[in-house]
């Protein structure tokens, strides 16, 4: 026999063509995917970093799962020209209805994200449980909703969903701004923060080596023009990436001895961030795709990646070989930073993908270094090398369309 509480929310979705998941026979269904290739790294990567933030009902931690299903939400409601207040709006929903799971069953005929029911015109059974579908239904009844945009987020999902608890929603706001601000990011991704040198900030890699003498960026742009400037210590590694996101890379040297981060702002400020083990290489990334650097570092010994978001979670992930150099970039040019590693012997790239494929290209020859970039501003990394002996650039660029080579730098320049 139901509760008392079972049976009003039944009598509700009777109403109302929707579910709650808190209903015992809701707890019972499967999760289908919510992308097509299922959870990526990066999903895991983002729901490692909401640990210890949410409050609500998900204040034990999220999976990658989970937020492959929100992120499946944020994506819509950017393909609308929405903001992130309408991404929190319906995130904040999922959790109440379903823990942000794409159940294949629910009360009655519920099913999906927001166990819309298809009976209450909601769409087909098949409709309701792709998230695209469901979350385009989402909102097009909420923006019919009067002052949506201005109203609490609990009263807004209350009156999109007439939940038979009307205040069921209101726990969970924060969690749902909380995890739609960690999956929106700064729309298009910072260049900067998934590359060392994009240092005017115009989307496309400059040229910039530092020499260890005299402790010098020295900067060609990519559209001609130069700068120097001096930042670092002797002994430190260059490294450079956008820390607070403004779109532009920052000065940024790692000392290996100590796995400390030295950060010069390029507007002026300073700061300094442990991170990392004596031996320790720095990387260049934007692992969980928010828009600004995190602080990654390379383990050449075990060929691990250790990354610390810059909000505070960790991650860890095993991708390399003794020998090889990790280098930073976005390969799929889906905004996120894949792992990636250079064999100097053989110039062999090795790609792991954030969403789990893998991928090699050769390009490059014994002598020369990995460099992070996207020197035409496509969106995704190109393979470049860099020859220490003349300070020869050599860009093979992603998209097939040929071959580059610049000279900047020369002997004792690091390339970054």
Excluded at 196 to 219: K, P
Excluded at 358 to 363: A, I, K, L, N, T
Excluded at 396 to 416: A, C, H, K, T
Aim: glycine share 14%; proline share 6%; hydrophobic share 30%.
């Amino acid at each position: 026999m139901k509760s008392a509480l079972a049976l009003g929310l039944a009598a509700t979705a009777l109403a109302t063509g929707l579910s709650l998941a808190t209903t015992p026979s809701a707890l019972a269904w499967n999760n289908l995917p919510c992308q097509s290739g299922g959870p990526t790294q990066s999903d895991q990567a983002v729901a490692s970093s909401l640990s210890g933030k949410l409050n609500g009902r998900l204040k034990g931690g999220v999976n990658a799962y989970q937020m492959s299903c929100a992120r499946a939400i944020v994506d819509v409601v950017k393909a609308r020209g929405l903001d992130e207040h309408t991404a929190a709006i319906a995130i904040t929903t999922t959790i109440v209805e379903t823990n942000i799971k794409n159940l294949d069953g629910g009360d009655r005929d519920s099913r999906g994200l927001f166990q819309q029911r298809p009976s209450m015109n909601w769409g087909t059974p098949e409709q309701v449980v792709d998230p695209v579908h469901a979350t385009n239904e989402f909102i097009n009844h909420l923006v019919k909703v009067s002052n949506w945009h201005s109203k609490p987020i609990g009263e807004v999902c209350q009156d999109v969903q007439h939940s038979g608890t009307p205040t069921a929603y209101y726990g969970q706001a924060h969690d749902g701004e909380v995890i739609a601000d960690a999956l929106w990011g700064a729309g298009a991704p910072s260049k900067a923060a998934l590359y060392s040198s994009d240092f005017n900030g115009n989307g496309s890699t400059d040229y910039a080596v530092w020499r260890e003498s005299d402790l010098m960026y020295n900067i060609l742009f990519d559209s001609g023009g130069e700068y120097v400037r001096d930042w670092g210590s002797p002994g430190e590694i260059p490294v450079a990436g956008d820390f607070n996101g403004n779109g532009n890379s920052d000065y940024v040297t790692f000392t290996q001895e100590t796995g400390m981060w030295h950060i010069l702002f390029d507007d002026g400020g300073v700061y300094d961030r442990q991170w990392g083990n004596p031996g320790d290489i720095p990387v260049a990334g934007d692992f969980n795709g928010n828009g600004k650097s995190d602080y990654v570092t390379y383990r050449p010994s075990d060929g691990t990646w250790h990354i610390l978001f810059d909000d505070g979670g960790f991650y860890e992930r095993q991708w390399g070989s003794p020998g090889e150099i990790p280098v930073g970039g976005d390969f799929n040019g889906n905004g996120h930073s894949d792992y990636v590693t250079y064999s100097p012997e053989d110039g062999v790239w090795h790609i792991l993908f954030d969403s789990g494929g893998v991928y090699e290209r050769q390009w490059g020859s014994p002598g020369e270094v990995p460099v992070s970039g996207d020197f035409n501003g496509n969106g995704n990394a190109d393979y470049v090398t860099y020859r220490p002996e003349d300070g020869m650039w050599r860009i093979l660029f992603d998209d097939g369309s040929g071959v580059y080579e610049r000279p900047y730098g020369g002997p004792n320049y690091r390339p970054i």
